[in-house]
């Protein structure tokens, strides 16, 4: 198979001007990566990115969101910026800087304000059969993927699958039908609760989702209003004794996380998506926790490719060959050297898996070259 180009420039800033400095080269990698003929003229782009959880701050920053937008408008699209979840999400993004004063264009939550306008896709996988892909994103004519490369607590990963997977798709559907939930555990099995092994820590509780608030302890025992849940699965992640549970294995977890992003996908017209992977402040846990441990290794740089699956295999990659942090969760887990297992000792899951599965569906290729971009001097 012929490899995807996978356009990057590294973190460092070498001189005291301003070429060398990252949004500089960011530019530079923009044009370098023909990043315009992926912007349909006179359309509309969603630029899609994360904005945070209360307590979470390590997102993309709103100068390097600022960057893009001008590149979708130089290219004569017509860009918005999006994210899903619910309305409390805009509030969250103003906190952390990103306002359409700041970033030059229309910030709106891609699923409406409580998360439910969708639109059903068919998957073409079993797993999941269909899911609900949020309105703004269906009916977007392109998209910039923006994702803050990071850990996360079930997929050991997070970059441009998981920014799609979870991130373009909504909580629940019009008819109140769990959407990205059911990623997380097989169908609609109820979570498990070993009372023998609780502590009652209270984890759970706090970790569960702000729009929902699901799950609390009642009378010594730990209660799921299941008309609430919307099945994120936080509370099993977190658990620190394995007291709560869900039927579910690392590879049907990455088959789901596969199915709905080609589901999202195939809703775009071919080469209207692009994606730009900032590896950067990369913390163990999803922005989406209510917390953001520090950073397991140095600042990288950016990709940009137009292979989803190459620029979260370059990313990995990258992320393997950095000498893990002191004073992070590396250190915590006796871990000191590189390699392709440092984040599964890390977090306890195996990054890659998602990653194959979606190369499995024909979303891309692991096989890539690495193009390196210099400063413009």
């Known amino acids: 198979m012929k490899k ?18 990252l949004p500089a080269k960011y530019k530079a990698l923009i044009e370098a990566s023909e990043f315009a ?4 003229p006179q359309k509309r782009v969603a630029v899609k990115t994360h904005f945070g959880s209360q307590g979470s701050f390590r997102v993309v920053r709103p100068n390097f969101l600022r960057i893009t937008v001008d590149a979708v408008k130089a290219a004569t699209g017509v860009p918005f910026l999006t994210d ?17 004063l700041s970033v030059g264009a229309p910030v709106i939550m891609a699923g409406g304000i409580k998360d439910r ?33 990071k850990g996360h607590i079930q997929s050991g990963f997070g970059g441009a699958i998981k920014n799609i997977a979870m991130g373009c798709v909504v909580s629940q559907n019009r008819a109140g039908e769990n959407q990205r939930g059911r ?54 992640r977190v658990c620190p004794t394995g007291a709560l549970s869900v039927d579910l294995d ?8 596969a199915e709905s992003c080609k589901a999202t996908l195939s809703t775009f017209e071919p080469q209207r998506v692009i994606y730009v992977n900032f590896v950067m402040e990369f913390q163990p846990e999803c922005d989406c926790m209510p917390m953001a441990d520090t950073p397991l290794i140095q600042d990288q740089g950016i990709l940009i490719s137009d292979d989803i699956v190459a620029i979260d295999a370059a990313t990995l990659d990258l992320v393997a060959q950095a000498a893990p942090l002191r004073q992070s969760r590396a250190e915590d887990h006796n871990v000191k050297d590189t390699g392709h297992d440092m984040l599964k000792k890390i977090i306890g899951r195996d990054p890659w898996i ?10 891309g290729t692991t096989n890539y070259e690495l193009i390196q971009v210099e400063p413009k001097k």
């Open 4 to 21: 995807s180009k996978v356009f990057y420039t590294n973190a460092r800033a070498l001189h005291y001007r301003y070429e060398y400095s």
């Open 37 to 40: 003929k992926y912007i349909p």
């Open 84 to 100: 899903t979840w619910s309305m409390g999400k805009l509030e969250i993004a103003a906190r952390n800087g990103i306002t359409e």
């Open 117 to 149: 306008d969708a639109v059903m896709v068919k998957t073409g996988g079993d797993i999941l059969g269909e899911i609900g892909v949020a309105g703004a994103i269906y009916d977007a004519d392109g998209m910039v993927v923006v994702s803050h490369a």
């Open 183 to 236: 990623m997380h555990a097989k169908g609609e099995a109820p979570f498990q609760w070993d009372e023998s092994c609780c502590t009652l820590c209270g984890q759970c509780v706090e970790v569960c989702s702000f729009s929902s608030k699901a799950i609390r302890i009642e009378k010594n025992k730990v209660i799921i209003d299941y008309a609430k849940c919307c099945r994120c699965g936080r509370c099993v």
């Open 250 to 257: 690392e590879r049907t977890f990455g088959l789901g996380m």
């Open 354 to 363: 998602h990653v194959r599965c979606a190369e499995e569906l024909g979303l």
